[in-house]
């Protein structure tokens, strides 16, 4: 697979059933709650797991970042090709910046160093009211703890009672208590808003 | 005259105010862990100072009120005033994150508002001591103490939700600034949560490796695609998700290296 | 899927301990041992005060039974089928705010926040993007 475009029509093609099949036989016991039964939990319930990280990038050296996490343990993680990564939306591995917040769930190699699958740059997930609303965004309270959540067009969302989300943030209101799954801009209050729950 | 008017009205307001921040200390004590206390008095003594000073408030404030107006009692208010003032400058310096506990339940860490507050409970008590009237005597210079009485409210986070909300929730309900969201692009949070739910989902999720790595929107389809893995070898799940409800979410499995398409669900994709 | 859960809901995630950025829990939570990257979860029953705080009861989910700091609950995305096991770290979800949301999969529906995973937890069953996900939960 060669460029983006070349990669996506491909993959377009081949969602939408307009390729053949190489493997078709293969399939019947690969019955997802089959795999997921063979792979055992590994670590005890309350104890950190070794194939996840947490913590803030302190370096970046190519595709390997340093990482501090918030429980004192370092940790190097190495982004791939194949890594997927969150910043607000999906994005590409260059976006991991020194300073940003992460988590990142892959396999722990033998030599210590994380090979990353998923990553997530920034992201919280808040549970605050609505203090007021403005063109730019919300003002929020969390906890007592003032946070600014900035709405970005074709971005953020709002799901309502739990029906699909939609762009249209206009049913939101003042004194409400919301969720909101967003990104951190990193030393700041401030977050970009991905998605927003509110119960009515 | 009329000074000496205004500042004997004002042990009504101090009294009242009293009243009002003592109940919230002695109907929830709990709230002292909150504040600055435990770090200033430690952990167990906290609760009991909370209340302690509830009480002083209540007493102060019963003296305030009633008769006989004594020089001692408006004193008392004053240093009561400049301790507060004190304590909440140490909290916000030393303990950031401390509540208030001035009055009634607020999680709020301590504000500027809150110590203007102080500060203006210090200067009418001031004021006060100038006169050995009482403000039974003071006649219509009382209704000073409405302004003064709106300046204290408007100073005061507590009491936030019983105007400062509903006054921007009129605004919002006038002319919602977020009017203009709305727009016929799907948010990517809800083609997401499609998938999640899909029977398609279901069907590849032990296959997947990663978080969604790519999307586009191609006619009446998005497409989402994520890492995956299919019987050892390195490939990339890809699901069509319909911008109409009438079709159900399709996948497949493709090969990360060949480009051929390992697995496709096809009868799942039918079941809606 | 035929499986019977003790508790069908929704579950989310929250992060603790010294983290980055914004947290919905300040420190090492209710028990002062929680931490992002541990397999622990909040519930909504740990004590009269956590209680008085989610009222899960407030959204017609009654009978979540009282369990204190470590105990083990297991939860199933039901939505993959994937399951994690962790204990008991903190006070939370905030039932009573978000009553009435409601997600289904493989013909099983679930309504109202039941609980709230940590991050390293939360990733293992599902994408912390999701923010929600439709869950079984038992005593683990």
Redesign the interface.
Known sequence: MTSTMDRRALLTRAALGATGLVAASAMGSLA??AA?ATSA?A???????PN?????ITGRNQDLLQVK???G?LHKIQLTGVTSI?KLRPTTIDQAMIGD?L?A?GVKLPNGVLAAE?V?L??????VMINSISRTGLNLD??G?K?FGHVQEGVTAAAY??TPAISDLSLLKVGR?V?V?GA?R?GT?E?DI??I?A?N | MFAQQVAAAQPLLIGLLLLWTSYGKLANPEEAEKTALPKLVGEKRAKPAYRAIGIIEAALALALLSPPAWTAEVLAATALGLGFTGYLIYAKVVVP?ASCGCAGKSAKPVGYRSIGRALLLTATAAVALTTTQGWWSAGPATFILIAEAAAFIALSPELDRYWLLPLRRLRVRLSHPLAGTASTTVPL?AT??RV??S?A??AV??LLRS??RDYWDEEDWRFVSYTARYDGRSATAVFAVPHSDSESVRVAVVDETSGQTLYRPALLSMAS | MDVMYGLVGEA????C????????S?GTGACG?C??????HAWTNTSDACYAITRPDNCGVTGVSRRGC?F?HATTNL?????????I?DCG??TR??????????GTCASNRVIDLT???F??I????????PAGIDV?
């Open positions: 997802p709650e997921f939990q670590p005890d319930p309350g104890a950190p797991d996840f990280a947490e913590g803030l996490g918030s429980d343990r969150w917040g988590y769930r998923s997530w920034n992201i919280v997930n808040l549970d969390h906890f703890q946070i009672n739990g208590h969720q799954i951190w990193p209050s977050i991905a998605t729950y119960a | 994150e949070a997401e949560r999640i739910l029977p989902y279901r999720t032990g978080d969604v | 989310s995630w929250f992060c301990g010294n983290a980055w950025g914004p947290c919905a300040t041992t931490h992002s990257g541990n397999f622990q470590g083990r939505c993959n089928g994937s399951r994690v096991v962790t204990s770290a979800p905030r705010s978000f009553c009435g949301e409601r997600a289904c999969c493989g991050p390293a937890a990733t293992r599902a994408s912390l993007n999701a923010g929600l996900i683990g």
